[in-house]
């Protein structure tokens, strides 16, 4: 019913950028939070970037002063875009949001994910 499509992930040099997307489609009344998480082999999923509908952000501190949140709502987008980038940055990068798709319920979705690669 929902679905959400990131693009933008590839390999970069370190100290390059990415702009990644994440489009949700389908039957979506609204959307509150969106958020980017990232996980790296053997490691546990965690938050990089978060942003409410009224624009409030929320950066982890790894990533923090070199990574911008942001959203279009007219398109129900989000986008991350990362500068400066290293290679502890590497992961799967997943987008997520909570969408209400009827009167009252709202659920996370999430992305299929995409590999984003710091190595030079």
């Known amino acids: 019913q929902v679905q959400l499509v990131e693009s933008g992930g590839g390999l970069v040099q370190p100290g390059g950028s990415l702009r990644l997307s994440c489009a949700a489609s389908?039957?979506?009344?609204?959307?509150?939070?969106m958020g980017w998480y990232r996980q790296a082999p053997g490691k546990q999923r965690e938050l990089v970037a978060a942003?409410?509908?009224?624009?409030?952000?929320n950066y982890a501190d790894s990533v923090k002063g070199r990574t911008t949140i942001s959203r279009d709502n007219a398109k129900n987008t989000v986008y991350l875009q990362m500068n400066s980038l290293k290679p502890e940055d590497t992961a799967v990068y997943y987008c997520?949001?909570?969408?209400?798709?009827?009167?009252?319920?709202?659920?996370?979705?999430w992305g299929q994910g995409t590999q984003v690669t710091v190595s030079s």
């Open positions: 942003i409410t509908s009224g624009g409030s952000t």
């Open positions: 389908g039957s979506i009344f609204s959307i509150s939070g």
């Open positions: 997520n949001a909570r969408i209400q798709t009827t009167g009252w319920v709202r659920n996370d979705y």
